[in-house]
């Protein structure tokens, strides 16, 4: 069966993101490939906007927010991404029956064009593609249901800033997010960064038309339906309504997602002996690295840098890092007056 496959010209705005769901809404069976024009950031259904985002610091900027209608975490999407949106009725035969075997299946066109274009790249459960050397995230995707529709979304990342990614997402405090960029950059790459070079759109865009023409079985490049065109604009107005970009949602992150496996999150608790500060990097639910700062007392000076070294490696669990933390405090000879065990671990892990 030929797939069509939709390359919309009008990219201005956050309309790319828009087409999909529209096609998803007529029932209307395509892939859409396409590079936004302009910068935007994209929450999940599930996401609670300002708790998870700089709501602020993107009105400054004038970089629009909207909620897409499928999960996963807040992303900041724009030029250098080259969007595949596949639009399958539900009961479509190529879809797997698992969602995780769904993912993985449908990654394969996606890593046959970044291995195309020079960067070797596997795929990751649950919804991640690294490179395969660095295990560096160069590509996450979603999937959900719209009606009787099927989505699954992702971007080939011919380059991805970093640096404005750590602007957008909200931090409690402005001393953490020089931390967040560093632990984004150490965790995500791009074909530029990779080769040294940002790839032309219109390379990018043939060589994953071809993967995505040999995996479905064929591809008819065709205009976008009129209908979908005009549907497309009523929904990014409606994605980007205020009361759909905050209305009320559960989840808030206690950690930010970096790559599969990889989470960073900033913490503060008010002990006895003075505000604590911590910026943690978990991988594989153990901690890697953590910082801790504030405006407690700690003699010998020294002892910070020890305590940060003995916590690396523990479990990041509470119970874990409270009996870390405490057989510190008893064997070592640093004191850090009106801060305990449970406080730590409170400005680390959380309640």
């Known amino acids: 069966m030929v797939l069509p496959l939709f390359r919309p010209q009008d990219r201005g705005g956050c309309l790319p993101i828009a087409y999909f769901h529209a096609m998803a809404r007529l029932g209307i069976e395509g892939v859409v490939v396409v590079e936004p024009q302009d910068i935007f950031v994209s929450v999940g259904y599930f996401d609670d906007t300002e708790a998870v985002i700089d709501v602020d610091r993107c009105r400054k900027r004038g970089i629009p927010i909207l909620r897409r209608e499928i999960g996963g975490g807040p992303v900041l999407l724009g030029p250098g991404q080259v969007f595949y949106n596949v639009v ?3 009961n479509d035969p190529r879809i797997p029956k698992s969602v995780l075997k769904t993912y993985e299946e449908f990654s394969k066109p996606i890593v046959a064009t970044y291995d195309a274009l020079g960067v070797k790249t596997a795929f990751k459960a649950v919804n991640d593609l690294v490179v395969k050397d660095s295990h560096k995230k160069i590509s996450g995707q979603g999937a959900a249901d719209i009606g009787d529709m ?6 080939i990342l011919r380059d ?4 404005l990614m750590a602007q957008v997402i909200k931090v409690p405090e402005e001393k953490f997010r020089d931390k967040l960029q560093k632990t984004l950059e150490e965790n ?3 074909i530029s960064k990779e080769l040294l070079q940002v790839p032309s759109r219109e390379s990018v865009e043939g060589r994953l038309i071809t993967e995505l023409a040999s995996f479905f079985g064929d591809v008819e490049i065709r205009p976008l339906p009129t209908e979908v065109v005009a549907l497309a604009h009523e929904v990014v107005e409606e994605l980007q309504d205020s009361a759909v970009v905050y209305a009320p949602r559960s989840r808030r992150y206690d950690a930010l997602r970096i790559r599969e496996g990889v989470t960073f999150r900033a913490g503060l608790h008010k002990a006895v002996g003075g505000l604590i500060r911590a910026k943690v990097v978990v991988e594989d639910e153990v901690i890697k690295e953590v910082f801790i700062s504030g405006d407690f007392t700690i003699m010998p000076k020294g002892g910070l840098k020890e305590l940060e070294s003995f916590l690396r490696g523990v479990p990041f669990v509470k119970e874990s890092v409270t009996s870390q933390a405490d057989r510190f405090l008893r064997e070592s000879n640093v004191e850090i007056p009106g801060v305990s065990a449970n406080d730590l671990a409170e400005a680390i892990v959380g309640g």
């Open 88 to 90: 399958l009725k539900r």
């Open 188 to 190: 995500v790459t791009s």
């Open 160 to 163: 991805f800033d970093t640096a």
């Open 150 to 155: 099927f989505c699954f979304v992702g971007a």
